[in-house]
């Protein structure tokens, strides 16, 4: 869009000319009281398990299950049920988010709601996940093949022929998978339209994964060795969370189905995984044709903005597809959760307004300053060099300014 479309286009539209909150109500619907709150007993009759926290299981009855069956070759063609929910209409264009890890679906929670009367939203929990199953007698968790389960799940059980793609953190791996995929596909069973990346370890060199945390003779040794916390604790896994804020009690809940805590061992080895391809995923997104958006928490510690940086600058800058990234000033790790209206609100800016071209970058960024609050988003722009003239009467020279 040029900057006199733009221009003439927020101009024409109150909603379009805040384009951060176009779509957005007010208030952030569904957040939980910050409050710490005791956790009542609820057992489910059908699985066994018992909740303490009521927002837990109303996620998990508002879901269903698939049966997925794994093509990784360790697996020997296991089975496993996989969780999942959608909102909205159908008939509307559908966004399929990807969780990271330790969580799950479960994390979008506060989010969906700012999206779902325009949007048809499918999430679902990855096997070792939220309420999926989580099997640890050497099961391996691997991204390509969750990579696949997403193929399926959007052929097969939501039938999707197009769709908007939001990843986090692990999430933002599988989606890596899926895009390699997809593009080494001649004949394309559905259209993604849309990728959107979140705050994740993405380039594993730049990550901050708390080396001291982790026991220093891991096998891998260096800073991969350091970075397998999950694989390698040097310390036992607390016991359940049955008391704290509503959220503390939610996430303790979804982590103990399945004895969660006890398959973060074996899910927390998909760095491997990652190191390992991560170049070559990385190229595929500087080629991909599907436009992109990068958005990052500012104050994330384990996956600093130093990731999105080098993602941006070496990844997406120049690509001739339309490509953005957006910073998050008071959201960390998990901006989904810190702030789910405002990135909501890149979503929709993103699929409902447009990105500028570089020309018309002076005007958007304008547009957006006006409404500006501490929490808004910060559009970062295209870093295209040019020289800077000044033309006029004045001219510079060591000597001083003549005319």
């Given at each position: 869009?040029?900057?006199?479309?733009?221009?003439?286009l927020a101009a024409a539209s109150p909603a379009?000319?805040?384009?951060?909150?176009?779509?957005?109500?007010?208030?952030?619907?569904?957040?939980?009281?910050?409050?710490?709150?005791?956790?009542?007993?609820?057992?489910?009759?059908?699985?066994?398990?018992?909740?303490?926290?009521?927002?837990?299981?109303?996620?998990?009855?508002?879901?269903?299950?698939?049966?997925?069956?794994?093509?990784?070759?360790?697996?020997?063609?296991?089975?496993?049920?996989?969780?999942?929910?959608?909102?909205?209409?159908?008939?509307?264009?559908?966004?399929?988010?990807?969780?990271?890890?330790?969580?799950?679906?479960?994390?979008?929670?506060?989010?969906?709601?700012?999206?779902?009367?325009?949007?048809?939203?499918?999430?679902?929990?990855?096997?070792?996940?939220?309420?999926?199953?989580?099997?640890?007698?050497?099961?391996?968790?691997?991204?390509?093949?969750?990579?696949?389960?997403?193929?399926?799940?959007?052929r097969e059980v939501v039938g999707l022929s197009?769709?908007?793609?939001?990843?986090?953190?692990?999430?933002?791996?599988?989606?890596?998978?899926?895009?390699?995929?997809?593009?080494?596909?001649?004949?394309?069973?559905?259209?993604?339209?849309?990728?959107?990346?979140?705050?994740?370890?993405?380039?594993?060199?730049?990550?901050?994964?708390?080396?001291?945390?982790?026991?220093?003779?891991?096998?891998?040794?260096?800073?991969?060795?350091?970075?397998?916390?999950?694989?390698?604790?040097?310390?036992?896994?607390?016991?359940?969370?049955?008391?704290?804020?509503?959220?503390?009690?939610?996430?303790?809940?979804?982590?103990?189905?399945?004895?969660?805590?006890?398959?973060?061992?074996?899910?927390?080895?998909?760095?491997?995984?990652?190191?390992?391809?991560?170049?070559?995923?990385?190229?595929?997104?500087?080629?991909?044709?599907?436009?992109?958006?990068?958005?990052?928490?500012?104050?994330?510690?384990?996956?600093?903005?130093?990731?999105?940086?080098?993602?941006?600058?070496?990844?997406?800058?120049?690509?001739?597809?339309?490509?953005?990234?957006?910073?998050?000033?008071?959201?960390?790790?998990?901006?989904?959760?810190?702030?789910?209206?405002?990135?909501?609100?890149?979503?929709?800016?993103?699929?409902?307004?447009?990105?500028?071209?570089?020309?018309?970058?002076?005007?958007?960024?304008?547009?957006?300053?006006?409404?500006?609050?501490?929490?808004?988003?910060?559009?970062?722009?295209?870093?295209?060099?040019?020289?800077?003239?000044?033309?006029?009467?004045?001219?510079?020279?060591?000597?001083?300014?003549?005319?």
């Open positions: 869009m040029d900057r006199k479309a733009f221009v003439k379009l000319a805040s384009p951060i909150y176009a779509g957005c109500s007010d208030g952030n619907p569904g957040s939980d009281a910050s409050g710490a709150v005791i956790g009542t007993p609820s057992l489910d009759s059908q699985t066994g398990f018992t909740f303490y926290s009521p927002l837990a299981e109303e996620w998990y009855r508002g879901g269903q299950y698939f049966e997925w069956t794994s093509t990784t070759r360790n697996n020997q063609g296991r089975s496993l049920n996989v969780f999942y929910r959608t909102f909205g209409n159908r008939s509307n264009p559908a966004l399929l988010i990807l969780h990271g890890y330790p969580t799950s679906s479960y994390d979008f929670r506060e989010m969906i709601p700012f999206l779902e009367e325009d949007y048809f939203v499918a999430v679902l929990d990855f096997p070792g996940f939220g309420f999926s199953d989580k099997p640890q007698d050497g099961y391996s968790y691997m991204l390509e093949d969750d990579a696949k389960l997403v193929d399926y799940f959007v197009r769709f908007h793609l939001l990843t986090h953190d692990r999430g933002g791996s599988v989606g890596f998978a899926l895009l390699g995929n997809y593009l080494a596909q001649t004949e394309r069973q559905y259209d993604i339209t849309y990728h959107f990346i979140s705050n994740g370890g993405l380039f594993l060199p730049l990550t901050n994964l708390g080396q001291g945390r982790y026991q220093r003779d891991a096998p891998q040794g260096g800073r991969l060795g350091h970075m397998l916390g999950a694989v390698a604790p040097e310390r036992p896994a607390r016991p359940r969370v049955t008391e704290g804020t509503p959220q503390q009690v939610a996430n303790a809940d979804i982590q103990a189905f399945n004895d969660g805590i006890g398959a973060r061992f074996y899910v927390g080895k998909y760095l491997l995984e990652r190191a390992a391809n991560e170049y070559r995923w990385l190229d595929n997104l500087r080629e991909s044709p599907v436009p992109t958006a990068l958005i990052w928490g500012l104050q994330d510690t384990p996956n600093p903005p130093r990731i999105g940086n080098h993602i941006w600058y070496n990844y997406l800058d120049k690509r001739p597809v339309e490509s953005s990234y957006w910073l998050l000033p008071t959201a960390g790790h998990y901006p989904q959760r810190d702030e789910p209206e405002e990135m909501a609100g890149i979503v929709r800016t993103c699929l409902e307004v447009g990105i500028p071209t570089p020309e018309g970058e002076d005007a958007f960024m304008r547009t957006l300053a006006r409404n500006r609050t501490a929490t808004s988003p910060v559009y970062m722009g295209r870093s295209i060099i040019e020289n800077v003239y000044f033309p006029g009467a004045v001219a510079y020279s060591p000597d001083g300014y003549s005319f």
